[in-house]
């Protein structure tokens, strides 16, 4: 690296990433460490699992305390290096620093947890001579390197989703202004909070003022990781950057801290809580992106349970398992933390807004000047989003009325505003408010009536874990199967039910047919899957006696739901394989459908439907899917039809929270088949002719997909849409 070179975070990841010669490096040595102090090393695992045990909803292992082992010590050299270089200190001092790990200026909760691991001086002079002599700019330095070593599915699990630099300016240049006191009550880290330091360090203003404007940023995580990496950045980059600033002195208020419920915190750190209670200004940021039943603690369930409910935001009890974190943290942080017209500004999931299980949250009784940002082509991440932006008032209103219309800015995909308009909600009750979406949307659905097929359609069985239940058919003797994993599910289950059986027997009458999303495209189903169900053919019921009078079925159910039992969450109470199998009766219900079965997808971005045909042997369907089934086979063939066309699907893309489905084709009126209707029958007779269409393309191409299917029908979908139009919306 020549000396003019630039340390970018891309750089960082470059040099010291999972693909650098000094991770691969490293990490042998690390784990040679790891075998020959064995005793040391289960020490220092043991307290690292009692740390992070609680915050990431994975198994803590042994790899991922290697690699957070290799992440802190290239943080700390880092720190070292750019500290000694200030100090005119040489690679040996630096080193002396690095083994004793004297450094008041960083406290962590987690230095000494790490501090098994030295490496060798030649490394550490390498790493040296590098980090000596870069340039580093006034930004969020290692924001690359914590995605790339803390790999997304464990970030995720915590509700970690990184927000792009380009918004985070884009939120603090909207709402910062110098000298504020500001909390991001979910920090990570610090991309926020670094991007607030460089505006302080490059405003016009005395050292001090600086530096009282530094003491009144504020950040709270429940991952002393990513806090760590927040006190490092910051360190080195106003070491850098306020080269008069006395770092020993200055407060860097970064803590571990789980901003919900901070009270205990407050007495362990000592923290003046009338100093930080209903005293900030702003408070900004991206709280965790989980529900309720992404939490796996049953406690912290039932404190958050009880949260919600003392917030008024606790939605009814059918969607108490999809509160999220974000809506509890929108009411709750302000409520302890802002000061009376003080601003709260989120990055937050589209379900806020257009989730059924947030509609008390709409309400917002304790906000005033409510401003909403929009993404049309969800520029900055996969899920649907917003920004959230409103002034807490202290005493709140219950003329909920008065919140509406809401201030929208629409971005294009470089963050630039294309328009700027007003949102409201199709319906404002006492308690809430139902979906919120652009005036004119909503003067358009407003006059919309419900299905009656909304009523008739239900939701498939939850054949879950399908590793215990789906399987491959190796051979037939008499009414005996030999039946093995499928491999398909296999190669996509989770670690913790990546279960595998071979070789099995059970009777054949415990083989049944079923499918999953992915199966389905418009107008067809690709193919069906075996799964082994513990029921009786015509009931669909549990019988144990039955059961036990075929043993190799009852002994493979006995070995499937002992597992079952020993890896199922802590915070279920459903107790067995067949309870979570059949789970609100999903399974049983299925026993009386009729001979035509109309199915289409629960989730996804485009509607997708088809018709089953049920007179050789009944189908199961699976949670991913919703069902209706009747003896009219022209209703089935009329519904698809409906179901598959473009127009219904860019209805319901208005109304619907990220990418569920659910019912929400009959928040539209598609009427009843009628028989006498021409317009129903013509429907009827297209939904016939493309499902043949569509099972000869099936036939020539196994592996088509949904989105091939759609480019093909296109011309003959979109000539749909006038006649849908015609009975379903006039």
């Not at 987690?110 to 000596?132: A, M, P, S």
């Not at 049953?298 to 949260?307: A, V, W």
């Not at 196994?702 to 011309?715: D, E, F, G, H």
Request: aromatic share 14%; with cysteine.
């Amino acid at each position: 690296m020549s000396v003019e070179e630039t340390l970018s975070p891309n750089r960082i990841v470059d040099l010291f990433g999972q693909n650098s010669a000094f991770y691969k490096k490293l990490s042998q040595f690390i784990y040679k460490v790891k075998e020959n102090n064995s005793k040391v090393f289960n020490k220092k695992y043991g307290e690292w699992k009692t740390i992070f045990s609680p915050i990431y909803n994975i198994e803590c292992n042994e790899k991922l305390f290697l690699k957070h082992s290799y992440y802190c010590t290239i943080l700390l050299i880092f720190l070292i290096v750019r500290f000694s270089k200030k100090k005119g200190a040489d690679v040996k001092e630096a080193y002396k620093t690095y083994i004793s790990r004297d450094l008041e200026t960083l406290s962590s909760p987690i230095l000494h947890t790490f501090n098994w691991v030295n490496i060798d001086e030649d490394t550490f002079h390498q790493i040296y001579r590098i980090l000596f002599k870069a340039h580093i700019n006034k930004e969020d330095l290692f924001h690359y390197y914590y995605q790339d070593i803390i790999q997304s599915s464990t970030r995720h699990s915590t509700g970690e989703f990184y927000t792009p630099s380009n918004l985070v300016k884009k939120m603090v240049k909207n709402s910062y202004e110098f000298g504020m006191k500001i909390l991001d009550p979910a920090c990570g880290s610090g991309n926020f909070i670094m991007e607030i330091i460089s505006r302080i360090i490059k405003t016009p203003k005395s050292e001090d003022l600086k530096n009282q404007a530094i003491e009144n940023i504020f950040g709270f995580d429940i991952n002393p990781l990513a806090i760590y990496t927040l006190k490092i950045n910051a360190l080195i980059i106003l070491d850098e950057y306020m080269p008069n600033i006395n770092i020993k002195k200055l407060s860097l208020n970064f803590y571990y801290v789980d901003s919900l419920f901070p009270q205990k915190i407050f007495k362990t750190l000592k923290l003046d809580q009338d100093h930080l209670l209903n005293s900030f200004d702003l408070i900004i940021g991206n709280p965790p992106w989980l529900t309720y039943k992404d939490l796996k603690e049953k406690t912290y369930q039932k404190k958050i349970r009880n949260l919600a409910e003392r917030l008024n935001i606790k939605p009814k009890s059918q969607y108490i398992t999809h509160i999220e974190l974000a809506a509890i943290f929108f009411y709750a942080i302000p409520t302890m933390f802002s000061k009376s017209n003080g601003i709260i500004f989120f990055v937050a999931t589209k379900s806020l807004i257009n989730g059924d299980h947030c509609k008390k949250f709409r309400a917002f009784w304790i906000f005033k000047n409510i401003e909403i940002w929009d993404f049309s082509n969800n520029s900055c991440f996969n899920i649907d989003h917003i920004c959230l932006k409103a002034q807490y008032t202290e005493n709140g209103t219950k003329d909920i009325q008065k919140k509406y219309p809401i201030l929208a800015k629409i971005f294009d995909n470089n963050l630039n505003i294309t328009k700027e308009t007003e949102y409201s909600s199709l319906k404002i009750e006492k308690e809430g408010a139902l979906v919120i979406l652009p005036k004119k949307d909503i003067d358009y659905l407003s006059n919309i009536q419900y299905s009656e097929y909304k009523k008739r359609f239900y939701q498939g069985a939850t054949l879950v874990p399908r590793t215990l239940v789906f399987f491959e058919l190796n051979s037939e003797e008499n009414t005996i199967f030999s039946i093995s994993s499928s491999k398909d599910i296999l190669s996509r289950s989770k670690k913790k039910w990546r279960f595998q059986f071979k070789d099995k027997k059970i009777e054949k009458d415990f083989r049944f047919k079923t499918f999953l999303n992915k199966d389905l495209v418009p107008f067809f189903l690709k193919r069906w899957r075996d799964v082994f169900l513990p029921i009786d053919k015509e009931e669909y019921k549990f019988k144990p006696e039955y059961l036990k009078s075929n043993p190799y079925a009852y002994d493979f159910y006995t070995k499937m739901n002992h597992i079952y039992e020993e890896r199922k969450k802590s915070t279920s109470d459903i107790v067995s394989l067949f309870s979570n199998l059949n789970y609100w009766n999903k399974l049983t219900k299925q026993a009386n459908t009729s001979p035509y079965l109309v199915v289409y997808n629960a989730s996804g971005s485009y509607l997708k439907s088809a018709v089953v045909e049920q007179f050789e042997q009944k189908i199961i369907v699976d949670s991913e899917n919703y069902y209706y089934s009747t003896d009219q086979k022209n209703e089935a063939y009329y519904l698809i039809a409906i179901l598959n066309a473009p127009l219904l699907t860019k209805y319901i893309k208005l109304i619907k929270s990220s990418r569920h489905i659910h019912k929400r084709p009959f928040s539209f009126p598609i009427p009843l088949y009628d028989e006498k209707n021409k317009d129903h029958y013509k429907l009827a007779t297209k939904g016939k002719k493309y499902t043949s269409y569509v099972h000869d393309l099936v036939y020539n191409n196994p592996k088509i997909t949904s989105q091939k299917v759609r480019l093909i029908l296109n011309q003959n979908l979109q000539k749909l849409d006038p006649l849908i139009k015609k009975v379903v919306f006039e």
